[in-house]
Every structure is written in structure tokens, then in C-alpha cells.
């Protein structure tokens, strides 16, 4: 029995990744509204007078239709939704970023259209070039996180239950939660409850704040990437270096 | 089939675009009809293994020192053409008059491939750019998102030095009609528009 057949027309799509396939086709890994990740092959689509040509660009809000059983589909229509977003270079270490952490972390054929809908805000933001960059990751971040199923506890005291105060020093540990550092708690890390509420409420103006979101952030989802080190962060620090 | 035949079909795949059926067919024809091309491929193959490594300044295939462009002391030593791969070089000595040298990174920074600037020989790069001698560099890299990641990153590097760099300009095709232009095409035309 095989898989049954699948049409899917018009999603609201972006590209990911893509690697050369075959002669001149393209194998591309998308991230779509309704579907999640696909793994899709565009025929041809390196021909000169293919149809795809100069569309199946990564960061590009697209619509597309495919069409096939089984794990790899086929690419039948692209087109450009709304209007193009040209990343500026500055921001677009910072958006294959995020395409490598919805690669790793979400799952194929699931669809999870908070996340979707986050991206292409994130993107879109990124297109400005004087954007907070720092601040657009880590909401993306959070919804991340939270849509996988690690929703982050930030409003109260994982042992106590008492809520969270700015001046006072937590631990977040593991799958738990914040606890105050006074608790003879060991493992984890810690963070001001200030930046905790920070992160609660979305605002990443402090810079003190913002620096410490990221430990915590690095923190919750190096469990959830495994040891392989995220690429993107690898080729950034190595190019900052220079 | 025998075990040799099968040997020699394998072999053959490792060619890009190159399935099964395809394979047999290569190797069936080499056996069958044209024995002495097969031996010369095989010959020139072993050669060519042995021989060609890379040109010390610009990175492209070549079996001497430098390739026969660097060497060539008529080129305009003070321009410097940036591109991703040898066919891109050749694409861009035989469709312009350009007459200066060649950088060749033998890829693109890919941030999901790991590819940065070690394997890019960035490093290289920078060591000729502060030999001194360079006026421009000219930054040939696809039009691709991977492709301006690495002329923005190259840019700076060279920006840095104090030397003039320059993006080669993207637009409509020769004998192109608007209309049936790509959207992203035609903005960048727009954008990059220039006085006449």
C-alpha cells in the first residue's frame, strides 16, 4: 500500500535550504503555513528558461503548489507573495539563523502556523537594516520554544510559587523553572528576575536584560539542538573574527 | 554482468547527473565501440589527477605554480575579479574584455553547510589584497542570497584596506522583454539604474 497522493495549491511557503539536485534541479527544504516543513524537488528549475528561476530565493514570502506521495514532492508552481523582501547583508546572518533552528528543530509535515507566522515577521523585520536584531531572535526564540512544547515559566517561582521580583536572583533549571538563587538549588543558570519579567513582556530595551535572555535562550535549546553545533552561529563568530 | 563491467558502471556514477542507466550505457559504449578514447579518458584522467592542483595566488585548477592567467605579465595585475568557481571565471573572461586578475573562492559562504571562510580561502585572499598593488576589487559573486552574503563579507574585508570595490550590476537580460522579467530582476534593474 503506498502513500496516497497528495495536491497541495497556493501555500503560503519559505525556503529554507536548498541543494543542487541531479543535472539542473533544485532540492529545496520549506517551511509552509499549513504543512510545516517539505521537502520539495523543483525540476529544472537551474534550466535557463525555467519558470522558477530568480523566485525560489530563501527568505522570499512565496505561495506554491506541489504535488507527489511520499517523503520528497514536486515542486509544480512558485510565485512571489506580496512584495519582495531583499535582506540587507548585515541582517542576513541573522535570518539564516533562524532558517537553521526551524530546520533542526521543526519537524517534517507538522504544521505550526504561530511559528510561520513569527518567521515572516521576523523576516520582515530583518529587512530593515537598522532593526534590533537581537531583539527580533529572541522573541522568535520564545514562540520557538514555547510552540515546541517548552513553554518557559517567567511569571513565577518554580519551588515557591511567588512571583517573580525584579531585584531578586533566580536559577532557571531544567524543565522546571526559575527558583530563587537563595534555594539550594545547583543546576541551571542564573538570571536577574528583572530580565525574566523582560522576557515575559517582550521588551528587550535593556541591553543588561537582553544579555542575559540570550544565556538563558542558549540555554533552553541546547538540549533541544543536541551537541551538533548550529552552523550559522560557527560561520558568524568566524567572520566577526576577521 | 561481470564483476569488472559492474566496477566500471559504479565507477561511473560518481559523475554528476549520472543514474544507473546511464552509467551502463557510458560503459557499454566505451567497451563496445570506442576503446582508444576510452583509454586516452582514462589516461588523461590519471594525468590530470596527478598533475592539477591549485594556482598559488588566485586558487584556480592549474598544473604549474600559477595558472596561465596570473603568470601573464600583459594583465592588469592592479584589477581583481572575485568569483565563485573556475566555470564562473571562464564565463567572465570569455564574455567581457576584463583583463585583470582572478580570485577564484571554489564556493560561496553557506551558513547551513558549514561553509565559511576557511574553505573559501579567505585568508589568502587578505594576505594579497595587503601585498598591496590592487586598486579594485570586483566582486563577481552569484546573485543568490549565499552569493551576496559573500560580497558583503568581501566587501568589507577589502573596504577595510582603503581599496575601491565594486558589485557587478544585475538587471534585465540582452534582448529581454519587461514583461516577462522576474519581479526581483526588475526591481534590482530599478534600483541599480544609472545616468545616460
Redesign the interface.
Known sequence: MGSPTSQVELQPAYI??NHAY??SSVLLDVFTRDFGRVSLIAKGAKRPRSSF???L????PLLISWRGKGQVHTLVHAE?DSS?N??P??T??SA??L??LV?RLCHQGEAMDTVFSRYGDSILALSNPDVAIEAILRSFEKVLISELGYQLVLHNDAESGEVIQSQNYYRYVPDKGPVQVSSDSVQGLVITGESLLALQSDSYDNPRCLKDIKRLMRFVLTPLLGHKPL??R???R??QR? | MSKLLNELIESLRCL??VGPKTAQRMAFHLLERNRDAARHLAKTMERSLDDIGHCQQCRNFSEAGLCDICANSARDSSLLCVVESPADQHAVEHATNFRGLYFVLMGR?S????I???ELG?DQL?KRLDQGGINEVIVATNS??EG??T???ISE?VHQRQIKVSRIAHGVPIGGELEHV????L??AFSGRHLV
Open positions: 529554507l535550504h541531479a543535472e528561476r530568480g523566485i530565493q530563501a527568505f522570499q512571489i519582495l531583499t535582506l547583508a548585515k542576513m546572518m539564516f539563523y532558517n537553521e530546520m552552523r550559522s560557527e560561520l558568524y568566524a567572520l576577521n | 554528476p547527473g559562504l551558513p547551513l553547510d558549514g565559511g571562510p576557511d579567505l587578505v543568490t542570497v551576496e552574503t560580497a558583503h563579507y574585508l522576474d519581479s526581483g530582476t526591481s534590482r
